[in-house]
T-cell receptor, first 116, second 114 residues
């Protein structure tokens, strides 16, 4: 079956540091890949997505590239801010047949703490 | 676009009681999903509706769980005879129909079983 593995947290960085959160996946088909972010007390928000190999998703300074050869979708940001402190979830959707559910399979999440 | 709305935000109940949660999706979204999230874990898929039809259910959805979406708009998730293990955050998401349309999540209902 499908699965997503994320690096364990918490990840603690100083403001303006470079961020990488690793994500690898196992899927039976050709999944689409997503990063969601969950700020304290809030629901999940879609951060970025990539739907095919070599696609790069980007949003709010975050980037992730769909690497089929390494089955990875690592999240990066060049300079983090205190406001980026949150839990980040990598997820995949493996819709092989049109009309079937694009249910998401999530990783366990990585907590990011950014300090001044 | 007011987003996905879930009610209540928190529910505390005694073991053995029945509980019902409500989800109001984004109005033009015809797909609706329920997930469950336990502490320190990512959300896990429970069930999915396209309009009023429940098209898929996870093995996680035991016989004590039932979900409905009677008019293809809001949805309810009922848990009968609650157990300690049902304590979790229950998340609702909605999306447009179509390949890889992004799912928009509500803030969730946190269920605590005493």
């Amino acid at each position: 079956g499908n699965s997503v593995t994320q690096m364990e947290g918490p990840v603690t960085l100083s403001e303006e540091a470079f961020l990488t959160i690793n994500c690898t996946y196992t899927a039976t088909g050709y999944p689409s890949l997503f990063w969601y972010v969950q700020y304290p007390g809030e629901g999940l928000q879609l951060l970025l997505k990539a739907t095919k190999a070599d696609d790069k998703g980007s949003n709010k300074g975050f980037e992730a590239t769909y690497r089929k050869e390494t089955t990875s979708f690592h999240l990066e940001k060049g300079s983090v801010q205190v406001s980026d402190s949150a839990v980040y979830f990598c997820a995949l959707s493996d819709q092989k047949v049109t009309g079937t559910a694009s249910k998401l399979t999530f990783g366990t999440g990585t907590r990011l703490q950014v300090t001044l | 676009d007011t987003g996905v709305s879930q009610d209540p935000r928190h529910k505390i109940t005694k073991r053995g009681q029945n509980v019902t949660f409500r989800c109001d999706p984004i109005s033009e979204h015809n797909r609706l999903y329920w997930y469950r999230q336990t502490l320190g874990q990512g959300p896990e898929f429970l069930t999915y509706f396209q309009n009023e039809a429940q098209l898929e259910k996870s093995r996680l959805l035991s016989d004590r769980f039932s979900a409905e979406r009677p008019k293809g708009s809001f949805s309810t998730l009922e848990i009968q005879r609650t157990e300690q293990g049902d304590s979790a955050m229950y998340l609702c998401a909605s999306s447009l129909e179509g390949y890889n349309q992004p799912q928009h999540f509500g803030d969730g209902t946190r269920l605590s079983i005493l």
